[in-house]
């Protein structure tokens, strides 16, 4: 069975600009999850889609935005790029989401913003 | 902070040896997971333990929850240098079982 996958794996943009990370679930995997991992604030959660809906939403400005697709695909978008959103990018999908449910992880896409 | 956090921050050891990691929280909790990172790669999933479990074993991995401390602990017994890692303990809270990561514990095995 395939792994999350994402794409692209790495990305350069200047400030101002816009980004659209992508990410595919494991095969049969309703839920997916993305967070951001930076050296100073560890690994945050930014949103979870389940079934194309947002199901919950972390702490983030409105800049950052997602959506999921009926094939379980999604994407997340962040729109006048700052320094501090260089960071790495997972995505991880899981059966339902939830509690008692294993996250599988994307090996990331590291965007670096100048 | 709803998240978890992890102590130390960094542990260095000789492979043979065993290594202790330990994760705090704040609040109540319904699971708590733990999971490893290779060179900041993607997290790989190790044990999930639920808040009325008190010690999970997977094979040399060995985590205890204390729900009345809020704390957990992961053992890695006899440690081998591909044990080097960060891991990252993650509290699920709330309705929304969302986990919560911390910084984690960057884990060296020297061989």
């Known amino acids: 069975k395939a792994g999350v996958t994402q794409t692209p794996r790495y990305l350069i943009k200047t400030r101002g600009q816009q980004v659209t990370l992508s990410c595919s679930p494991i095969?049969?995997?309703?839920?997916v999850s993305w967070y951001q991992q930076t050296p100073g604030q560890g690994l945050q959660f930014l949103f979870e889609?389940?079934?194309?809906?947002?199901?919950n939403k972390g702490n983030f400005p409105g800049r950052f935005s997602g959506r999921q697709f009926s094939n379980s695909r999604s994407e997340m978008n962040v729109s006048t790029l700052e320094l501090g959103d260089s960071a790495l990018y997972l995505c991880?999908?899981?059966?339902?989401?939830?509690?008692?449910?294993?996250?599988?992880f994307g090996p990331g896409t590291r965007l670096t913003v100048l | 902070s709803q998240q978890g956090e992890e102590d130390p921050q960094a542990l260095s050891i000789q492979e043979g040896e065993n290594a202790t990691m330990n994760c705090s929280y704040k609040t109540s909790i319904n699971n708590l997971q733990w999971y490893r990172q290779n060179s900041g790669r993607g997290l790989v999933h190790l044990i999930l333990i639920r808040s009325n479990e008190r010690e999970k074993h997977s094979g040399r991995l060995r985590v205890t929850l204390d729900t009345s401390k809020k704390s957990s602990s992961l053992l890695i017994t006899a440690s081998r240098a591909a044990d080097t890692a960060s891991y990252f303990c993650a509290p699920e809270w709330g309705g929304s079982y969302i986990p919560t990561f911390g910084r984690g514990t960057s884990l060296i095995v020297h061989p």
């Open positions: 095969s049969g995997h309703r839920s």
């Open positions: 991880a999908s899981s059966l339902y989401g939830g509690g008692n449910n294993e996250q599988f």
């Open positions: 889609y389940f079934s194309e809906t947002q199901r």
